[in-house]
């Protein structure tokens, strides 16, 4: 999995998921989920976290954390180590419980939209998963592993104190109240009902949108494209103020040109009229892919597993094959005019 991007400020918020190393489950029993939840909650603890959203599947957990202070990095690490450990020394186990690292991607919450999407999102996993079937009567309140029957749906004096349904509930117009918990639910239940199991809880996407915007599924970034021209800019100002040789491999530049590429990709891809299923269906060796990661290889510093993964070219040493073959030969023509247009524009 490519790595994802580290970009830490106060008042964040971020979509957190892993998974089980090699997708492997992460909870044997219900001891287990009780064990994680409260370390969760030892960790908002120390680092003053609210969590808006959770939900605990078989090999992998979700996370909307607001972050007071710009402490993400420190207290994922805490969290996802202590984990480990305690499950290792409860089921005499050795070695890592996680995968090689946690998703974490920046969301702009102060847009209701963003922030309500993504808590339905959450939410909806176990509809997603068929573990609950509305539609042969269940309902998420079925499902005890999440943030609506262990948190939502009860009054405020029951709740863990790190738990930020109020502002989930206010985002919707709705009292923190029982007649307002009651309509959270129904409002889960009927989307798990009326919408297809596969895209319950995922937001539509006009066709007019950008094409370049991040996605719940895929980005480093949950809003808009302003939003992440925002970030990008954050990070720069950063940046702009390590100008020695060790800059290159500084996390800040690292977290930069991560973001660079991510962003030309998307333009790129838009340019060429690739969708998601397209760049799945193209072979690693494609002209358009090879540009596109000629253009991120040639110009930022993500390595190239992240471009094998991002254009899904197959791995780094086909990345670096296909990069070499046309290292002394002239351009691909067979582009299509308006991908050979970005490409030059972005040169100039």
């Not at 991560?258 to 760049?279: F, I, P, R």
Request: charged residues 25%; positive net charge.
């Amino acid at each position: 999995m490519a790595r994802s991007i580290r970009i830490e400020i106060p008042g964040g918020f971020y979509h957190v998921m892993a998974r089980g190393n090699r997708r492997e489950k992460i909870y044997a029993d219900d001891d287990d989920r009780r064990f994680f939840l409260q370390t969760l909650s030892e960790a908002c603890g120390m680092t003053g976290w609210r969590v808006h959203a959770w939900v605990l599947m078989g090999n992998h957990y979700h996370l909307l954390i607001e972050t007071p202070e710009p402490n993400l990095v420190e207290g994922m690490k805490w969290l996802q180590n202590t984990v480990t450990r305690r499950f290792n020394v409860r089921h005499g186990k050795w070695g890592r419980l996680f995968g090689d690292r946690y998703k974490a991607v920046i969301v702009q919450a102060e847009e209701s939209g963003y922030y309500r999407a993504l808590l339905d999102y959450i939410h909806l996993n176990p509809v997603r998963a068929r573990i609950i079937q509305p539609r042969r009567g269940q309902s998420v309140m079925d499902f005890p592993w999440s943030s609506v029957a262990g948190g939502y749906a009860l009054p405020g004096r029951k709740r863990a104190k790190w738990l930020a349904a109020d502002a989930g509930l206010k985002a919707f117009g709705l009292a923190d109240t029982t007649p307002g918990r009651r309509q959270f639910v129904e409002r889960l239940d009927r989307r798990a009902v009326e919408e297809e199991v596969d895209r319950c809880g995922l937001p539509v996407v006009a066709q007019e949108v950008d094409g370049r915007l991040s996605n719940l599924q895929r980005g480093w970034y949950w809003g808009t494209q302003a939003f992440a021209e925002g970030l990008l800019k954050i990070v720069h100002t950063a940046s702009e103020r390590l100008k020695s040789r060790t800059y290159r491999s500084a996390p800040e530049r690292r977290s930069h040109d991560e973001m660079q590429a991510e962003n030309w990709v998307q333009e790129g891809l838009l340019a060429a009229g690739l969708s998601a299923t397209d760049v799945t269906r193209l072979p690693g060796s494609d002209p358009q892919k090879v540009a596109l990661a000629r253009l991120v290889w040639e110009n930022t510093t993500v390595p190239q597993a992240w471009i094998a993964e991002r254009l899904e070219m197959g791995s780094a040493a086909n990345v670096s094959q296909q990069l070499s073959r046309g290292k002394h030969a002239s351009r691909p023509r067979n582009l299509p005019a308006p991908l050979r247009q970005f490409l030059q524009s972005v040169k100039k």
